[in-house]
């Protein structure tokens, strides 16, 4: 079992940026891949990036590529999200996901791929 715990959310201006984390409860040698997904009011739940357990795969939603970058530590049992030229469509619930994989290389961005998921954090981009 992996329990999740995101923070680093908040309220920023248009242009601005925000580091998301999200530590895991305890370090564990089951190697897992990592999303971030985010819920806008009355909208789905869409993954906006992903990454695998090795680092060396990432996947970004066309909607943040350029301006989102997922990394991760291992050692910390960590991954952030780092968030540059925020939007004001940016504003929404964003949570962590993580998923127990056999293939360190791989990713997911399907919701249906996490078994485990984080409680979420705010972000609110005013204009």
């Known amino acids: 079992q992996v329990q999740l715990v995101e923070s680093g959310g908040g309220l920023v201006q248009a242009g601005g940026s925000l580091r998301l984390s999200c530590a895991a409860s305890?370090?564990?040698?089951?190697?897992?891949?990592m999303g971030w997904f985010r819920q806008a009011p009355g909208k789905e739940r869409e993954c906006v990036a992903a990454?695998?357990?090795?680092?060396?795969?990432?996947y970004y939603a066309d909607s943040v590529k350029g301006r989102f970058t997922i990394s991760r530590d291992n050692a910390k049992n960590t991954v952030y999200l780092q968030m540059n030229s925020l939007k004001p469509e940016d504003t929404a619930v964003y949570y962590c996901?993580?998923?127990?994989?056999?293939?360190?290389?791989?990713?997911?961005?399907?919701?249906?791929?996490?078994?485990?998921w984080g409680q979420g954090t705010q972000v609110t981009v005013s204009s």
């Open positions: 996901a993580a998923r127990v994989v056999s293939n360190t290389g791989s990713y997911y961005y399907q919701y249906r791929d996490y078994a485990y």
């Open positions: 305890r370090r564990t040698s089951i190697p897992y891949a």
């Open positions: 990454v695998s357990w090795s680092g060396s795969s990432t």
